[in-house]
């Protein structure tokens, strides 16, 4: 574990996250002629505020997730519930400068680990690298064979690979993933994490994993580091349990996604869906629903579409079903309903 808030960076780094350590453990790693997997989870959307010498991150007083920050108008945004205030310019815990963090993407890594290693061969793999149909295995093909020294990648990288010659993994910057707008990202955190490590000493040299953060006491970096789901979970579930805003396992979830090519229509439609679950919730259901938004979705545009969603949460599964039926009733091409949804990006 690299705490980044302390640990010594090289210099001319260009804003990518890279510690003495880390550096160390590639060079020598390449000097013996092994492999490096690097992991960046690139998730450059969200722009979040921490701060650079606690780690504390702003988050929702009311949904526990980490706001957004927005700059027309300039503002911090809670993607559930659309609670809004304004950007403030010192740790509310220690009182130092903030730093507005954006997910660093992974050409930007290529780029810096290519200056850095110019004797190293060196593979990129995310979603721009293997959008053809061979391309993916290509890639795998060429690192089997010895003939890349530095695997980089997203989360495609983390899963599966059974390399005996790769002994360093690095996780870049596991705090993007952290930082996500979904009460589901330490649980993805600690997963890809899990996962990633499970990458190096796969073979007799045996294997370092260096996994860079912000926030090296943060349960779900703790849990994937001692490689175990119980410890995760023994923290996880009740930071989603009453009295905190509760989130699956102990409620339903169901999500009203309204898209529209018109902003202002993506806009009113999600309005109408929340005013319609309020009118319900207090009629016929006796306010056994907890409905947040409409905000923005976290991903706000996608596909040339504009995106704004209703969160609606319940104890009580049955009235929940009695939603999605009523709403299925009636129906709008616009809007898409979601039961426990996977995703609330
Ligand atoms: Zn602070
Ligand atoms: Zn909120």
Not at 296 to 316: F, M, N
Request: hydrophobic share 45%.
């Amino acid at each position: 574990m690299i705490d980044l808030r302390t640990a010594p960076r090289v210099a001319d780094a260009r804003g990518v996250p890279w510690t003495e350590s880390l550096d160390d453990a590639v060079r020598g790693a390449l000097g013996r002629g092994e492999q490096v997997i690097l992991l960046l989870n690139r998730r450059g959307f969200a722009t979040y505020l921490q701060c650079p010498s606690c780690g504390d991150v702003r988050d929702c007083p009311q949904c526990a997730i980490a706001l957004t920050v927005h700059q027309t108008p300039p503002a911090l945004r809670c993607h559930y519930c659309g609670h809004e205030e304004p950007i403030p310019t010192t740790c509310r815990v220690c009182g130092k400068a903030t730093q507005r963090m954006r997910g660093l993407g992974t050409q930007q890594l290529e780029h810096f680990t290519a200056l850095r290693f110019p004797e190293a061969r060196i593979a990129r793999m995310d979603l721009d690298t293997t959008s053809t149909k061979w391309a993916h295995h290509r890639i795998l093909e060429r690192v089997a064979q010895g003939k890349v020294d530095i695997l980089l990648g997203t989360q495609m990288i983390a899963k599966g690979l059974d390399f005996p010659n790769v002994t360093v993994v690095g996780v870049v910057d596991a705090d993007t993933g952290l930082h996500l707008p979904d009460f589901r990202a330490a649980e993805r955190t600690f997963q890809l994490v899990a996962q990633v490590a499970g990458r190096a000493g796969r073979g007799p040299k045996g294997g370092r994993v260096y996994v860079q953060t912000r926030a090296p006491e943060h349960h779900a970096i703790r849990a994937a580091a001692a490689h175990s789901v119980a410890e995760f979970a023994v923290h996880e579930l009740p930071l989603r349990a009453p009295p905190n805003p509760s989130y699956p396992p102990w409620v339903g979830l169901v999500r009203f996604v309204a898209a529209h090519e018109d902003a202002i229509a993506a806009q009113e439609a999600a309005e109408r869906v929340a005013a319609w679950l309020a009118r319900a919730n207090a009629e016929r259901l006796g306010g056994a629903l907890t409905v947040l938004g409409p905000a923005p979705c976290p991903i706000e545009r996608l596909k040339g579409r504009w995106r704004w969603h209703v969160l609606v949460k319940a104890s009580e599964p049955r009235a929940l079903g009695r939603v999605v039926r009523a709403w299925g009733a009636r129906a709008r091409a616009v809007v898409v309903v979601d039961r426990d949804p996977v995703t609330l990006l």
